[in-house]
């Protein structure tokens, strides 16, 4: 059995996510609290610059990842959360240097809104699946 990432005819194919997920009995799944640009003593990175902090972001949920024992491949959904006004392209970009290694991408939600830390212009959450 294996978690299953599916991008079905009739749907607009993108590398950059799926569409479905297929996660079956007994997997663990993890899930990951929003993930900032924010580095291990603190401070936001990036400063202005979109495409800056969601590199940070995913590098942190890299380390996420790593520490419930998973890779980016057993990321099943992220959502990413932009704060309003910033350039979305620019945001996706910088996912997709990360999301594009991927041989079937996550499925992906975005939204824009006003965001807890202040400075921060991304947040991103994320579930995975770990079939042993």
Known sequence: MTVELLRPEGLVHSPAFSHVAIIPPGATTILI?????????????????????????????????????????????????????????????????????????PLVSALFADLGVPGALVELSATAAIVR
């Open 33 to 105: 609290g929003g993930q900032n640009a924010i580095d291990a003593d603190g401070a936001l990175v990036g400063g202005d610059d979109v495409a800056a902090q969601v590199r940070k972001v995913m590098a942190n949920l890299l380390t996420a990842l790593d520490a419930a024992g998973a890779r980016l491949e057993h990321v099943v959904h992220i959502s990413l959360v932009l704060a309003k006004g910033v350039d979305i392209n620019a945001g996706y970009g910088a996912a997709l240097e990360t999301l594009g290694t991927l041989e079937i991408p």
